[in-house]
């Protein structure tokens, strides 16, 4: 039995609450995404044991090793892709995810409809947005994304909100403040972001859907 786990998902619950108490937000309407990347099952199972039932993974391969044990286990289970996806990992991820994190080009938008549509399985997607309009990163572009949303409108898959991970090393609130005020232009509501370092800032401006890795699991190995 990991104490260690059960403890620290306490601790991150007992700040997503007390963050949506001084934004007068409802914890209801927050979704902890446990960020289980790179820990093996074992590592994951003192979580679910704690009660958590929603994880995210930035892999498909590392996803497909990894879940298909649990979630036979545990039905109830929600998993989320938050890392980049390649075009012709569509169908894959459609198939092993619930909720992907990272569309943010027409190709794999093509893509992804294609693959919902042959599985007869709709899987709720947030663009991210590269927030920080940085070179090497991923994201549709801030100019861009009036028309991308359009294009994902027409393309009929369930958009579920906005996404970003802001800048290295700056302050986050700014960029979490940005996106949420895109979202509300595009009469969007939901609104994935915030990681270990700062999701109560990211619950403060209107997350519902924080990211959290090394606060529930300790460092990365
Ligand atoms: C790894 C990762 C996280 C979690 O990061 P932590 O700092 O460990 O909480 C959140 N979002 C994305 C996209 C990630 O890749």
Known sequence: MDNTAAARLAEVNANIARACKQARRSPEDITLIA????????????????GQRVFGENRVQEAQAKWPALREAYPDIELHLIGQLQSNKAEEAVAAFDVIHSLDRLSL?????????????QVPCFVQVNIGDEAQKGGCPLAELPAFLEQVRAAAIPLAGLMCIPPADTEAAP?????????ADHGLTGLSMGMSSDYETAVMLGATHVRVGS???????
């Open 35 to 50: 960020v289980s990347k790179t820990h093996p099952a074992e590592a994951i199972q003192p979580l679910i044991d704690a």
């Open 109 to 121: 938008l093509t893509a992804l409809a294609k693959a919902m549509d042959k599985a007869g399985r």
């Open 175 to 183: 960029f979490f403040a940005m996106l949420a005020k895109l979202a």
């Open 215 to 221: 606060a529930l699991f300790g460092a990365r190995g």
